[in-house]
């Protein structure tokens, strides 16, 4: 999958440089292209934001240069194209499992009080939302969205990384792991783990996730 980042302040990636992602890169089940929208600013100072007509208070993202950042994109036209906003549908396991499927994504960031309209109207396909809060820009909303469909692609999990993750599986909490010293601070595994029997670890663990989602997520047993 190729993955282009439209956004005013590309430092702010470098965290993809780490780990998981970083190896994904390197073996080419990943390619992650950051763009500076400043780049294609027209202004003898780059300026990339302005006042907005009709008044209120801050700054909006000029359309010209994203206009011309995105299409300056090699096949922008078939790539499928997000703009990361708090009006956005709500991000999920759902919807980043859909989006993996996906050749080519193009990801907008906003930043002050978004951007103009105009830019939306003509060039992005979804807006997306990883959730009812703000933030000052839609870089961590646009790395949230990278690394969560990332490690969806065929081939990015190494062998011991599974990503058929209890979590969401059924629409389930994942029910709780231990792992070595058999006693910690005085607290036990419980004997059911240590028994050996699979039969009653799997119904075990069924029971812990139906009573933790059943306490902390009512929303998700209503969806089943
Ligand atoms: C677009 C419009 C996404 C982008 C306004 C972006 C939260 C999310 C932004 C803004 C974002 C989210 C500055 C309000 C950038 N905040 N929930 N901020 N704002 O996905």
């Not at 994904?24 to 003898?44: C, H, M």
């Not at 999920?92 to 002050?112: A, P």
Request: hydrophobic share 35%.
């Amino acid at each position: 999958m190729k993955i282009d980042v439209l956004t005013l302040f590309p430092n702010m990636f470098e965290p993809l440089k780490e780990s998981i992602i970083s190896r994904a890169t390197k073996t080419q089940k990943l390619e992650i292209n950051v763009i500076n929208i400043r780049d294609f600013s027209k202004d003898k100072h780059k300026k990339c934001d302005d006042y907005t007509f009709g008044g209120g208070p801050g700054m909006l993202m000029m359309a010209q240069p994203i206009y011309d950042a995105m299409t300056s994109i090699d096949g922008y036209k078939d790539a499928l194209k997000i703009y990361l906003s708090p009006k956005g549908k709500t991000f999920n396991q759902t919807e980043s499992k859909r989006l993996s499927k996906h050749n080519h994504l193009i990801l907008l960031c906003g930043h002050y009080e978004g951007v103009d309209q105009r830019v939306i109207d003509l060039l992005i396909d979804e807006e997306i939302s990883i959730g009812d809060y703000v933030l000052t820009g839609g870089e961590l909303p646009a790395m949230v969205l990278i690394d969560s469909v990332s490690r969806l692609i065929d081939g990015v999990l190494g062998g011991d990384e599974s990503a058929e993750i209890e979590t969401f599986k059924d629409n389930l909490l994942e029910y709780p792991q231990y792992t070595k010293p058999r006693e910690f601070m005085g607290l036990s595994v419980p004997e059911v783990l240590i028994s050996g029997d699979h039969a009653k670890v799997d119904k075990w663990r069924r029971e812990q996730s139906e009573k933790l989602t059943r306490e902390r997520r009512p929303d998700l047993i209503d969806k089943k």
